[in-house]
């Protein structure tokens, strides 16, 4: 009987999450479309609390929704280390760079080190299997939440904000305006949220 509530409950947490990330997807896009995120002069709060919220979210999920953790807990693996693949296109930073359009004190570690995560997710993910040492599957989700917190404060420091420290002739600016608003307000929140999935 525990077993049917328990499957119940992890079913339930499924469509809540499916649920919340279509509802986060299109409140990131109209926001990026009506440029909400674009708060120059002042700081960035709005588009950083986009990047935290899904953590945040994730963690409180995980305290209060009975099914939840047995949810993620039947997650596979493989398949969310695959999902990071996606981050090769952190090489849009660089070409924006090369066009002028985004500083290189943000561009070339934030592109860079999603280029790094993307190209060793699938080889991460091909020997994700016992026995697979836990250690270096927990170091490369370290490192791919490093490369995400180091984006964020760089981009922040190099934003066109009172908090823009770095930021000189070009900036971050155009990282809050549509389309490249979407990276940190939708793909790069639910990187984090994949990465802490992975070392729970």
Known sequence: MAQVRDARHA???????VVVLIIWFVLALIG?????????PHPPILLGLTVVGPVALFA??????PGFKQFVSSLNLRVLTWAQ????????????HQ?????GVFAFPAGWGDIAIGITAPVVAWFWRPPYPRKT????????????????????LASPTPMGILAGNVTTRLMAMFPLSLIPTFLGSNKGAIHRIQVR
């Open 32 to 40: 990026s479309l009506l440029g909400v995120f674009n708060s120059e």
């Open 11 to 17: 079913a339930r947490a499924r469509h809540l999450t």
């Open 137 to 156: 599957f927990i170091v490369w989700n370290v490192l791919g939440i490093v490369d995400l917190v180091v984006a964020v404060g760089l981009g922040v």
């Open 85 to 96: 693949t996606w981050r090769v296109l952190g090489v849009v930073f660089l070409i924006v």
């Open 60 to 65: 409180l999920s995980n305290r209060v929704l």
């Open 99 to 103: 066009r002028g359009l985004l500083p």
